[in-house]
């Protein structure tokens, strides 16, 4: 008998959050036409491109919408209990109110699983597929990516410096370079060249037109013209200068190379270590929505279809509105990473537990 009405009240949860899951996504799919439908117009982009752009924003909308519709699930769910007298005849059955939460809870942490799948695989490469529709193919700029720098500095290596005056990651070129290798703390060679390359096939970069200088202790300098110079150099344009963070394009994995690849070079990375906690706790969103949904619902003992749409809607905002404050938080230092990724979870986590101690169901 337990183990059937818990099936019966998870099996509650699933209809209401399919159907929250997909208003949601299609109110986000409205703003995104009208804020971007103009642009699409004057830029002559037919029907197909717009559609595709939209296509590729669809897991990021599923992504971002789920703790919404969990909330709403539980508000449907836990209020349709209440209206059909089956809340209060679970517990003259002796069930504990804590004990009928438990599956709602169970089909949150669910939701949460898959929402963390989504973001870690499809959704961060078909966002940034869905960026380079809209800024390199309608806009037309091809360097959305910043991936032009001038008057660049960098480590490639250790004991390797290199200075350019244009660095090109699109074409992995680089212009007026100057290359510094040094030997136990001392400058062992110099090359100064008009050019260099990234050659794929041999994965080193290669100089043109330069002049090299070797230093050997206390001897004069040896100088050499060369045309052409294949360094020993192996570091990918790409782990020389970064592009630019797009948060919803990445991965937690890409997050932690990103990282690694600015402790390696000393460069800051508040913005990079407050989206790794972002992202961790991101999916945990919904057993806090779960807990936050069942603490209204027993609080005012009173439910219908329109208030709960309301309420989700209303609520899951807000609560997406303070992630956004905290991560802007985290990214001026004025919080901890870990304080600006997992606070807000924890803050309306522990908000609910307080609702719910109060509502007597814990």
């Known amino acids: 008998m337990n183990k059937t009405f818990s099936r019966y009240i998870a099996r509650s949860f699933w209809g209401p959050f399919g159907f929250g899951l997909g208003v949601f996504c299609l109110l986000l799919i409205f703003g995104s036409l009208f804020d971007k439908l103009n642009f699409f117009m004057k830029s002559g982009a037919g029907a197909g491109l717009f559609a595709r752009y939209i296509l590729y924003q669809a897991p990021y909308f599923i992504v971002k919408m789920t703790p919404m519709a969990t909330l709403l699930a539980v508000l449907f769910s836990l209020g349709g209990l209440m209206a059909k007298g089956e809340w209060k005849a679970g517990l003259a059955g002796g069930w504990r109110p804590f004990d009928m939460i438990k599956p709602l809870l169970a089909c949150a942490l669910l939701t949460g699983l898959g929402q963390l799948v989504l973001q870690e695989t499809a959704a961060p490469e078909l966002y940034m597929r869905s960026e380079y529709l809209f800024e390199g193919k309608m806009r037309g700029r091809d360097d959305w990516q910043r991936l032009v720098k001038q008057d660049v500095s960098f480590s490639a290596g250790e004991e390797v410096f290199v200075t350019a005056h244009l660095f090109d990651g699109r074409r992995r070129t680089m212009e007026k370079v100057i290359v510094n290798i040094y030997r136990k703390g001392r400058l062992s060679l110099e090359l100064n060249a008009a050019a260099a390359d990234w050659q794929p096939g041999v994965r080193r970069w290669a100089f043109s037109d330069g002049v090299m200088i070797k230093y050997d202790g206390d001897l004069k300098p040896a100088t050499k013209r060369f045309d052409r110079y294949l360094s ?106 870990f304080i600006a990724g997992l606070g807000p979870a924890a803050l309306f986590a522990l908000l609910s537990l307080w609702g719910l101690r109060r509502a007597r169901a814990i």
């Open 232 to 337: 020993a150099i192996s570091v990918r344009p790409e782990n020389l200068v970064l592009e630019k963070l797009v948060p919803d394009g990445v991965s937690t994995f890409d997050v932690l190379r990103r990282l690694r690849r600015l402790e390696a070079v000393g460069a800051p990375a508040a913005a990079e270590r407050t989206l790794l906690w972002v992202k961790i706790a991101a999916p945990l969103a919904n057993p806090a929505m779960a807990l936050i949904g069942a603490a209204m619902v027993l609080l005012m003992r009173k439910n219908n279809l329109y208030l709960s749409f309301g309420q989700a809607v209303g609520f899951g905002f807000f609560f997406w509105a303070v992630i956004i404050m905290t991560q802007e938080a985290g990214n001026a230092e004025l919080l901890p990473p």
